[in-house]
């Protein structure tokens, strides 16, 4: 049972004893997610469990973010946020899943939609921290809901650490690799998660989506892959369709399109200041030569808040 909430600030002791759960549904460039604390998320778990002593499992999220995620019988999303603590008080950390229940260490739309969860929700109060992710540490930079600064550090290059099943070189940037019978021509960039980079401006919605379903199942790609398909506007500018692992075509993807312009620069073929046009929106994304770091700067919205009933949609809890 989904119950939106019109009350920013409703009595959350209202649900105490119950499984219910606070969450925000919000987005990046149509890029959405449910976010949760592990506050709310501790204290429903708790009561799902009748008093029992609550685990909140590696498995039991896996199956929560799909339950949510779910377009048809849950909230609906690319993706799932539960906003921790830090290690040190200044700071925030995060557990991230796609829609499918994987894990991805890196989700730099859903990095903004954290930055603004914290600033209406007091849990960031500086203007710059970090945020602990699987990668390491993100520094955050909040102006305001519509410029969010995320510095993604520097990519990664080396083909074993991206990873793909190709180690030959210092990196694969350009070359062409064996797609079950086809060669393609492509970049690989990691930001934390994999990224498949192809300049190609007259691709069609058949062809996309063929393509990309061939090259996340291919085993050049150890771990699956997100792929990117651009199109070069000039040097400062470029268009990008996304199919994100773990999710299927998305509206955007802001750790994708900083490989883009990783791939844009190596490949001779783009500046390092460069405005992404995703197909929910632009981000501006700078790689810098003096520290080699990729910054993004882009906005995030709250689209709702809302209540929902874990013991409907996890009948089956004491099991995990």
């Not at 209202?14 to 499984?19: E, I, L, T, V």
């Not at 557990?95 to 894990?103: A, E, K, P």
């Not at 921290?129 to 102006?143: H, S």
């Not at 400062?236 to 075509?249: A, D, N, P, Q």
Request: glycine share 10%.
């Amino acid at each position: 049972m989904l119950m939106v909430d019109s009350e920013k600030n409703s009595d959350l002791r209202a649900a105490a004893g119950s499984s219910t759960l606070r969450f925000s549904k919000m987005h990046a460039l149509g890029n959405d997610f449910v976010v949760v604390s592990e506050d709310a998320l501790n204290q429903a778990c708790a009561a799902l469990t009748a008093g029992s002593k609550a685990q909140i499992s590696d498995k039991f999220l896996q199956a929560l973010a799909e339950k949510l995620c779910s377009r048809r019988f849950g909230i609906g999303a690319d993706g799932f946020i539960v906003v921790r603590r830090g290690s040190r008080p200044e700071n925030l950390s995060w557990t991230y899943l796609n829609s499918d229940g994987s894990v991805s260490l890196m989700c730099g739309n859903g990095l903004r939609c954290l930055a603004l969860w914290a600033h209406a929700n007091n849990w960031a109060k500086a203007k710059t921290y970090f945020v602990e992710t699987g990668k390491g540490p993100v520094q955050i930079t909040f102006e305001s809901a519509d410029s969010i600064t995320s510095d993604l550090g520097e990519p990664i290059l080396t083909p074993s650490a991206i990873p793909i099943s190709d180690t030959t070189g210092d990196s694969f940037i350009g070359r062409e690799a064996k797609i079950g019978c086809d060669k393609v021509k492509l970049s690989a960039v990691g930001m934390g998660n994999p990224h498949c980079v192809i300049f190609d401006a007259k691709l069609d919605e058949a062809s996309f989506v063929q393509r990309a379903d061939k090259l996340q199942a291919d085993k050049f790609f150890p771990e699956g892959v997100n792929v990117e398909f651009v199109e070069v506007v000039s040097r400062k500018h470029m268009r990008v369709v996304v199919y994100e692992r773990g999710c299927g075509r998305t509206l955007a993807c802001a750790s994708g399109a900083a490989a883009t312009v990783v791939a844009g620069v190596l490949e001779g073929k783009t500046d390092r200041d460069v405005r992404v046009e995703l197909e929910g929106g632009s981000l501006q994304i700078s790689w810098s030569d003096e520290d080699n770091h990729l910054r993004i700067n882009g906005g995030a919205s709250l689209v709702y808040e809302g209540l929902i009933q874990l013991s409907q949609i996890m009948p089956e809890a004491a099991q995990w």
